[in-house]
């Protein structure tokens, strides 16, 4: 984990920042080629009907979404109809995210985990690792250290 002054880039997919921070550009779009920026608030997501309902809107997820974390997880996994090479999720308030609810709360910000991971690759023969979802958590300062902790805790269990 490489901590600045406001952002926490947890891997390379996954980013927490502060207000008045953020992510280098260079490190969340690719050196060309098209992206799909998708920007969605915590705030307007405390329980899992309203998530799935913002996500299934802003990715425009297919109609076959069938309103489950699995389901939620396929769809963020694939985003092939999105006509795009690379997408940036940007998710404002994260620490808002799902707050009636910590089961689901987990579920979705590991649900994100696993998808960020799932588009990532590794260039050869660098060994750098690249990605083609770039997830970006805009949170207060106390919450970043506790988000960053959750990713840390899950990228270290095995089955990661």
């Not at 002054?5 to 921070?21: F, K, L, N, R, Y």
Request: aromatic share 14%; with cysteine.
């Amino acid at each position: 984990m490489k901590e600045e002054t406001s952002a926490i880039h947890v891997a390379p997919w996954m980013h927490v920042i502060t207000p008045g921070g953020g992510v280098p550009l260079d490190e969340l779009l690719p050196a060309s080629g098209s992206v799909y920026v998708a920007r969605l608030n915590g705030q307007e997501m405390p329980d899992e009907i309203s998530a799935f309902h913002h996500f299934s809107e802003v990715l425009k997820f297919p109609n076959y979404f069938g309103w489950n974390w699995n389901a939620f997880y396929d769809c963020v996994r694939d985003l092939e109809w999105l006509a795009t090479e690379s997408r940036i999720l940007i998710i404002e308030s994260a620490e808002s995210a799902l707050s009636e609810d910590s089961d689901a709360r987990k579920l979705f910000f590991k649900s994100l985990w696993r998808a960020g991971k799932r588009w990532s690759y590794t260039k050869r023969p660098e060994g750098v690792t690249l990605t083609k979802l770039s997830i970006v958590l805009s949170c207060d300062r106390d919450s970043a250290s506790t988000l960053a902790r959750y990713f840390e805790e899950w990228k270290e269990q095995a089955n990661w």
